[in-house]
């Protein structure tokens, strides 16, 4: 592969389109894919992975508790083992994945962060560092783990994405990652002769410790590579491939783009800060779980059955909610949570890592459920399998972490 | 040809440009830049002076005619913000009653772009007023308050409710920190936001709570504990809107309690009347008296004099204050009472603000309206979607963001390179042509010609002084006058503030 300056310089000399085409595209993607998804606002775990037999449960939720698995009620939880049920918004989506054992459930997940705080407890995620001890801000656990695949020559950093609008704490701190809205389906207005001029001008450049030069490299390279990935399925399928709008149709198109060149991504769902009316079988929490089950068996569709074999993708969120429900029909911020893997190989079909009979005595604070599976620990355990990482490694992208053996891939 | 990584440091800019009247001009640049929106194209680079007199425009001093009088012609300066609130829920509520489905949601549909319409206007006028007002730098805080008081549009009825909260913190974006705090407390559209609408005794909602002392006041991990989240959610219970014009059924005892003022309401029979303890100071049970004791305890901590203090700097620095200015902020803040404008003044007249010129990034406000503000000056644009389109695609669109933390300050948010690539594409937008700014709203509105003319007083005012040799050689090789624009404001040297 060309270094980028060489390009560059070269085909500035020439003439020629420095980015346009794919000299700038991200090698193709092969071999091991990750996605991280996460659910900013804490997403009312306890209502989407319900324990939906217990008493205490339906006690403590009076108006939004999910009705006890029963066939003839479609408003009714979907049976997932002897304690645990699945929101029925996700029939269509989640449970058939449940059923290929594709997808595991950890509940009792989360962070030792106590601050109940959305922003503190996103960041303290994002960083994946003890909290205890001095952190180093600007650093965040999947781009220490890009930089790590880098160095190991593992391949992996260069594909690596973040689909928001902004570069999310968790991604930076390792190499150069782009990020990208997936928004418009518009050719980008920039042409390559402009491309090529606004390079120039951003040669060294920097800003303080940022290298604004990479950055617009970065940017112009994932701009033409998502275009192209998404134009030339378009020209293949019609347009009728392609979902409308919402989550369903970025992840749709973060599936084909993971499919053919990146292989290490972020995407975030805002949306889940349901203190008020949040709902129970139907309302504002259905209507959201509904829209990101879709989004993701749509991202599973769209990769195809050989790269979602070699895919993982974890669904996290801060914390999880008060396991009582409020005064407002709604919960309030909480602590434990229930994360999601899933993915071709994973070994899904139950629900993974400790657990804790759900009674008042047994709540965190008497409020929320206790944290029993550190996500560090999770991600840890699961990429050090994924990517064959030593403890050296390891231990750079979680330090002081003890990778949890749960046996997921 | 000019070594490109020594450009970066403001000394070295200055060195590279060789005439001995650029020196001034970039340093004068870069203050204008810093202490506006932006400097206008129609006026050569200001004179330098004392930052702190930029502190001393009265906040409300009149607009240029043409941006007063599209402002005076929108609805929210029309009509009280309690009215178009009232208004749109008893349309809601008629909507929702109604049984034929067609005529439903054809209602339905013009609610929903009243609503949009609402919320259009006021990030209009907030726009005009950040573009055209004389006190920018006074504008520039009105901002900063409305991002640290972050609420989200999209929720309930604050699309209708924001006419009222940006004039409330205009108001007293410069007066005392403790007044802005209690102004907030009563502002519907922040009660609404937080929830604090649905908290009432033996309903506890403790959002609002948490937020005032994480975000607002003491700052995350400054000491308070979940005990005093939960105290202030009780003294906050009763605090709320009403969205209807009559009062409640209270029992005589309670009644004279009642207050009520627009859409803002204490209710005292939704209010815990035990005591409480509150950073642990006792408040005794008795109504909104506990609020307003709860408001003086919280703006008077050390930890949210140092904690707002601090984000003050961050804005206008760019980058944390070394612990001896925050000292300096904080000293300032008890020996004036907590005046925001004596605060921000101690800034202004350290070192590190003068080291600081020049060496920031613009967020995409900035961006946006430096932009606006260089291209045509005071020549007033008549219609800002444009703006609000170009800062939504930037994802920062005015009362935009869903979390209540506000958009971020520090650079790093902004220079990603998805970020970079849209802010390209924004900057081929602007520089093409008029891009729809002087083009009436009205359907069959005329569009006025108007073209972007950056080589203008400013450029032969000193601002081409202040560009590279890199950036001027792809300058030169521009095909035409709009990709000239293009280039110059997709240059790193347009991004410094």
Redesign the interface.
Known sequence: MLDRRTVLNGAGMAGLSLLGGRVMAAPAASGTRFLLVFLRGAYDAANVVAPAGNTFYHEARPTIALAAPDPVNPQAALPLDADWSLHPALRDSIAPLWQARQIAFVPFAGTDDMSRSHFETQDTIEMGQPIQGQRQYGSGFVGRLAGVLNAGGKGGGNGTIAFSDTLPLVMRGGPMIPNLALGGNGKPPIDDSETAMIATMYRGQRLGTVDLDAAVHTGFAARDTVWHTIDDEMKAAGRGAIAARGFEAAAQRIGLVMRDRYNLAFVDVGGWDTHVNQGGATGQLAGRIGELGRGLAAYAAALGPDAWRQTVVVVVSEFGRTFRENGNRGTDHGHGSIYWVMGGAVAGGRMVGPQSRIAPETLNQNRDLPVLTDYRALIGGLWQRQYGLNQAQLAKIFPQVSPARLNLI | MV???A??AGVALLATTGASAAEPAAARLALSERLSWGPRGDEPIMASGDPVAALAVPINAPLPPAAAQTIAGLRISREPMANLVMGMVERRRQINAMTDPDAKAAADKAWQGDMADLYREVQTRDILRALYSPAQLGEQLTWFWANHFSVHAPKREIRAMLGGWDETLRAHALGKFRDLLAATVTQPAMLQYL?ND?N?A??????YA?EIM??HTLG??SGYS?KDVQELARILTGVGVRLSPDAPHLPPDKAPLYIRNGLFEFNPQRHDFGDKVLLGQQIHGQGWGEVRRAIDILASQPATRAHISRKLALFLLGHDPSPALLGAMTAEWQASDGTIARVVAVILRSDEFRASLG?G?KDPTHYVLSAVRYAYGGRVIRNADPIINWLR???EAPYGR??P?GW?LD???????????TR??IA??IGNGSAGLFKAREPGGTDEPAFPQLQNALWYGGLDHTIGA??K??LD??ASSP?WN??LL???EF?RR
């Open positions: 070594n490109a990584r450009m970066i929830d649905q009432a033996g309903h506890i909602n403790e959002n948490r994480e975000l995350v991990g979940q060496q990034f695609r930037m994802d869903e979390t933390d971020p650079a790093a948010a902004w220079t990603g390179p998805g970020q970079m690539e390209f594409e081929k937008a890199q950036t050689a792809v090789r521009a990709q293009m280039l997709a240059s790193p991004m």
